[in-house]
T-cell receptor, first 115, second 108 residues
Framework: ETGVTQSPTHLIKTRGQQVTLRCSSQ?????VSWYQQALGQGPQFIFQ???????GRGNFPPRFSGLQFPNYSSELNVNALELDDSALYLC??????????????FGAGSRLTVL | KNEVEQSPQNLTAQEGEFITINCSYS?????LHWLQQHPGGGIVSLFM???GKKKHGRLIATINIQEKHSSLHITASHPRDSAVYIC??????????FGAGTILRVKS
């Protein structure tokens, strides 16, 4: 049983650029949730994908978008990067989308720095 | 919107001490998650509980649904327990709302 793998682990971009972050979910998990964690704060929910469909979204602008593939891996895309997008981006997979009923398995995160 | 508050924000303990971290939330929930985050970012799920108490090794989590309160206890603390401990509760079924975390440092 593999865990959740995220790539890249670190990256540096400049304002206005676009970035794609990737997440391979744990074997057997059909749900992927993405979170943004700014320095010194708790993670904030970006959105969730369940069986390739977006299944809920937090308070993030449309320039944050995502995909889930048939193998349940997922991508997070951020366009027109802003300085405030600098954060740790965490991916979590689970077997089911009800967060009160399913244990989440987290990846190690992708740390994005926007200059 | 569920508001999640953790206390204390920072905690320094001597090796061997008994540690308690508290979590309160504002809206009734079906279950609560306790998570551990080490420097570098990776998060590990410690517990998901909906009632009573759960124990795993030296870690014990309790929840009182009526009082909207949960505690995480660490017995015989060790320097390797140093991490950020975060509680999280569900909102709208499919998302988690996280507390700000408790930074624990255990000194040898």
């Amino acid at each position: 049983e593999t865990g959740v793998t995220q790539s890249p682990t670190h990256l540096i971009k400049t304002r206005g650029q676009q970035v794609t972050l990737r997440c391979s979910s744990q074997s057997g998990h059909n749900t992927v949730s993405w979170y943004q964690q700014a320095l010194g704060q708790g993670p904030q929910f970006i959105f969730q994908y369940y069986r390739e469909e977006e299944n809920g979204r937090g308070n993030f602008p449309p320039r944050f978008s995502g995909l889930q593939f048939p193998n349940y891996s997922s991508e997070l895309n951020v366009n027109a990067l802003e300085l405030d997008d600098s954060a740790l981006y965490l991916c979590a997979s689970s077997d089911g989308y009800i967060s009160g009923a399913n244990v989440l398995t987290f990846g190690a995160g992708s740390r994005l720095t926007v200059l | 919107k569920n508001e999640v508050e953790q206390s204390p924000q920072n905690l320094t303990a001597q090796e061997g001490e008994f540690i308690t971290i508290n979590c309160s939330y504002s809206v009734g929930i079906s279950a609560l998650h306790w998570l551990q985050q080490h420097p570098g970012g990776g998060i590990v799920s410690l517990f998901m509980l909906s009632s009573g108490k759960k124990k795993h090794g030296r870690l014990i989590a309790t929840i009182n649904i009526q009082e909207k309160h949960s505690s995480l206890h660490i017995t015989a603390s060790h320097p390797r327990d140093s991490a950020v401990y975060i509680c999280a509760v569900p909102e709208y079924g499919n998302k988690l709302v996280f507390g700000a975390g408790t930074i624990l440092r255990v000194k040898s």
